[in-house]
């Protein structure tokens, strides 16, 4: 994809740099761009678009940055509860990922998922109480897979495998019922674990 975006409306241009979007990945560019077009179509100036597409929060649970320590950035993707939702998380990525996966397996098929992790994570921590379909999924495609059964053990276990640079990401692809109340819970006391690093 070009990394420039370019908005054309009578005779304003709005030229803006991918790279200053608030949200990563390319789905959200796309998201973001039709957003953007949409806004100049009705007449927002460019310089409202230009702050909302730099300043815009992401919701809570939802590729949420939650702290970088000593170098290595943790992320709350909690809401990812299917592979899809996954798959474009690894594909926002650009540094190597320590990813946290697991849950309650909705009939996952994780092949959707094997290129990317091939590419893009070096560790995978399960947090769950039935992990196999995960490590027959990505034993061939990762060295390191290990077991968790809270968040806490998770966060530990994933700052343990993190170099600095790293990201660590909870993005799950699973349903939480097995150790949370829901992926909302799941969330928070991910980021508390964090926290309390």
């Known amino acids: 994809m070009n990394s420039i975006m370019t908005i054309k409306k009578d005779d304003q241009t709005t030229t803006m740099s991918v790279n200053d979007f608030a949200v990563k990945g390319r789905h959200n560019q796309y998201n973001t761009m039709a957003a953007a077009l949409a806004g100049a179509s009705i007449g927002i100036r460019k310089e409202k678009i230009r702050e909302a597409v730099e300043g815009f929060q992401t919701l809570e649970h939802r590729m949420e940055k939650v702290l970088t320590v000593r170098g290595v950035t943790f992320i709350n993707d909690s809401k990812a509860t299917n592979v899809n939702s996954t798959w474009f998380a690894l594909e926002s990525m650009t540094q190597p990922v320590v990813?946290?996966?697991?849950?309650?397996?909705?009939?996952?098929?994780?092949?959707?998922?094997?290129?990317?992790?091939?590419?893009?994570?070096?560790?995978?921590?399960?947090?769950?109480?039935?992990?196999?379909?995960?490590?027959?999924?990505?034993?061939?495609?990762?060295?390191v897979i290990v077991d968790t059964a809270s968040a806490k053990d998770a966060v530990q276990?994933?700052?343990?495998?993190?170099?600095?640079?790293?990201?660590?990401?909870?993005?799950?692809?699973?349903?939480?019922?097995?150790?949370?109340?829901?992926?909302?819970?799941?969330?928070?006391?991910?980021?508390?674990?964090?926290?309390?690093?």
Do not use: W
């Not at 893009?120 to 027959?136: E, F, T």
């Not at 276990?157 to 909302?184: I, M, Q, R, T």
């Open 99 to 143: 990813l946290i996966l697991g849950g309650v397996d909705k009939g996952n098929d994780y092949a959707t998922m094997l290129d990317l992790v091939k590419e893009k994570v070096k560790a995978i921590v399960c947090m769950g109480v039935d992990n196999q379909k995960i490590h027959d999924a990505f034993k061939e495609a990762v060295d």
């Open 157 to 197: 276990a994933s700052f343990h495998l993190a170099e600095k640079g790293d990201v660590v990401l909870l993005s799950p692809a699973c349903a939480s019922f097995d150790l949370f109340k829901n992926y909302e819970d799941r969330g928070r006391q991910f980021k508390e674990a964090v926290q309390a690093l």
